[in-house]
């Protein structure tokens, strides 16, 4: 059974950092696109960054310049490494990952369980 589990939430102060890690467990075959989802309280889930099997990136203009996603793919682990948070950026970040696995003949889409970013001060 795949898993993929988040680390890295936290509380920080605006302008400071995080880094959020996201590794998928299981009998993985392929892992394809892996990317970053964030819903704030109130508000629809929203894409924050995607990283393709290929290393291209992409970026909601919301976190351009100061996010940065990056993969390990011998550890089938996404990063993100946020810089320069704005209270704006409290919500629940969201991995997710789409991945061939082990009694599926397709790749699906799996999720993390999600974990709390607070900027305050």
């Not at 970053?36 to 310049?65: C, F, H, M």
């Not at 790749?107 to 993390?112: D, M, N, Q, T």
Request: net charge positive; aromatic share 10%; hydrophobic share 30%.
């Amino acid at each position: 059974q795949v898993q993929l589990v988040e680390s890295g939430g936290g509380l920080v102060q605006p302008g400071g950092s995080l880094r959020l890690s996201c590794a998928a467990s299981g009998t993985i075959f392929s892992v394809y696109d892996m990317g970053w989802y964030r819903q704030a309280p109130g508000k629809q889930r929203e894409l924050v960054a995607v990283i393709t099997g290929a290393s291209s990136t992409n970026y909601a203009d919301s976190v351009k310049g100061r996010f940065t996603i990056s993969r390990d793919n011998a550890k089938n682990t996404v990063y993100l490494q946020m810089n320069s948070l704005k209270p704006e950026d409290t919500a629940v970040y969201y991995c997710n990952a789409d991945l061939k696995a082990r009694g599926y003949s397709r790749a699906r889409s799996y999720w993390g369980q999600g974990t709390q970013v607070t900027v305050s001060s």
